[in-house]
């Protein structure tokens, strides 16, 4: 009886690690799934930088147009911000159009992060026989880790 108990001993070791290295490469994969968003976010912004641009200074005018009309409304300022809106409008339909091959790689790295943290991650801590628990109180490393640096 003792070298079946070994033996069961072993396979469950061996199991034990089977699943804290399928943990390591989940935990390695969601992390690249963010890194790639990130960075084909990064790009987006490079790329698509004078059609945000445009857009943002049009909402500024809309906005400050507005303002404008509901201390002095006038036919102008009426014409002013309907030819705005126009404008924004199409803006932003551009600036929509240059972003859609961006946001059709990073929605997917988007989505995988999201089930990551949500699903896998804590089913395969429960698996590993730690189930995740609502904290409320930060841990003294963490604390430590988010204190701000002293600038010398």
């Known amino acids: 009886m003792p070298k079946r108990n070994q033996a069961q001993s072993q396979t469950v070791v061996a199991d034990q690690q089977a699943l ?3 943990f390591i490469q989940l935990i390695g994969e969601r992390w ?4 790639g968003r990130k ?3 990064q790009e987006m912004a490079e790329k698509t930088k004078e059609q945000a641009k445009t857009a943002r200074e049009l909402a500024k005018t809309e906005r400050t147009s507005i303002e404008e009309y509901i201390e002095k409304p006038t036919d102008a300022g009426k014409t002013a911000i309907l030819n705005t809106r126009k ?3 199409s803006a ?3 600036l929509k159009t240059a972003r859609k091959p961006f946001m059709e790689k990073i929605t997917p790295l988007a989505k995988a992060v999201r089930y990551c943290d949500n699903v896998a991650i804590p089913d395969s801590l429960k698996e590993l026989g ?3 628990a609502p904290r409320f109180s930060l841990s003294d490393w963490a604390t430590d880790a988010i204190k701000p640096k002293k600038k010398e």
């Open 32 to 35: 690249g799934y963010f890194l």
């Open 20 to 22: 804290q290295n399928a």
């Open 92 to 94: 932003r339909e551009t």
């Open 130 to 132: 730690h189930p995740v």
């Open 39 to 41: 960075l084909k976010m």
């Open 87 to 89: 404008n924004l409008k």
